[in-house]
């Protein structure tokens, strides 16, 4: 879901970390500093700022003067297929900083495992994922923005999100949805 229209100027409300795009390195950038949204998906946005391009996390949409996401819950008497269904919707607002399309449509979540404590009722999530190339800088970040997403879902207690490269991704990954928006069909 896009928020405005794209390359929306908007000035900084406070000093904000953002990560380099593709490179993910931290830079503070200062309140004030008029910067682009290039992309607003997910909850977490792109924007552009003296020649380079930065990822901005939700939980900061403020500093650009927009709402944080709130917080998913899950409804009384779910299922563990409801609960199941909402880590993947989770996954599905992480998006790659480059490519409009989330995560799950783009085939890089391998594999989804989770485990109830039939006594406490919390749960640990385990997720293998990939990146579109090996040397892609952003794969940690994306690791975190999973990890940290699936760790807001009530019952939550422990999120493991591995970064792997076996089997390579290719774009028969993707999703008819997602080859379709890249115009690949």
Known sequence: MMFGPMNEPVTLRRDLDALTVPAGIPERLERSSLVYI???????????????????????????????????????GATDDDF???????????????IPINIVDLGLVYDCHIVKDPQSGSRAVDVQMTVTAPGCGMGEILVEEVREK??????????????????????SMMSEAARLEAGLL
């Open 38 to 76: 290039t992309q607003a998906m997910g909850g977490s946005f792109t924007i552009y700022f003296e020649g380079n391009l930065y990822r901005v996390a939700g939980k900061d949409a403020d500093a650009l003067g927009r709402e944080v996401p709130p917080v998913p819950v899950l409804q009384p």
């Open 84 to 98: 199941r269904t909402l880590v993947w919707d989770q996954m599905r607002t992480v998006y790659d900083p480059e």
């Open 150 to 171: 699936i760790s807001l879902l009530p019952t939550v207690t422990a999120v493991a999100v591995e970064l792997v490269y076996d089997p390579p991704w290719n774009q």
